[in-house]
């Protein structure tokens, strides 16, 4: 047996079930680079390039992150019980819900993160992204 192998796994069975909240989230953004957080009505919103890209549902125990309607597509096709639309408009933009209580710090990571790096795409980028994904589709 490698030494010290046992309480690697240990290790690792912990972090994938730990209890995700808000401070996680804010852990996890705060070490993405320049993220501030800022009141947004009701709620915190983390901010990049001063573009909000999540908010926090303290109470639901959710975060809305801006995802692309194709990332979105993706996240919410693998669980659709921890991501799934904002049920609006938004939603049919890629605003997707994460459910705190179930998703994994992985799967919260790589969602912040494409988030985050969606706030520093301009969207005159954006949209001609679109109009050459429908005109090739």
């Not at 049919?92 to 795409?121: H, N, P, S, W």
Request: proline fraction near 4%.
């Amino acid at each position: 047996m490698v030494r010290g192998f046992i309480p690697q796994i240990n290790i690792l069975i912990l972090n994938l079930y730990m209890a995700i909240n808000m401070d996680t989230v804010r852990l996890i953004t705060s070490s993405f680079g320049d993220v501030e957080e800022a009141d947004h009505f009701h709620l915190r919103a983390l901010k990049a390039n001063k573009k909000i890209f999540a908010t926090l549902w303290q109470n639901e125990q959710r975060v809305m992150v801006k995802l692309s309607p194709t990332d979105q597509s993706v996240f919410h096709s693998f669980a659709p019980t921890i991501f799934f639309p904002v049920p609006n408009k938004w939603g049919l933009q890629g605003c997707t819900f994460i459910d705190l209580t179930k998703v994994r710090e992985d799967m919260l990571r790589d969602a912040l993160f494409l988030a985050y790096e969606r706030a520093f795409v301009k969207k005159t980028e954006v949209k001609v992204y679109l109009r050459q994904f429908i005109t090739n589709a």
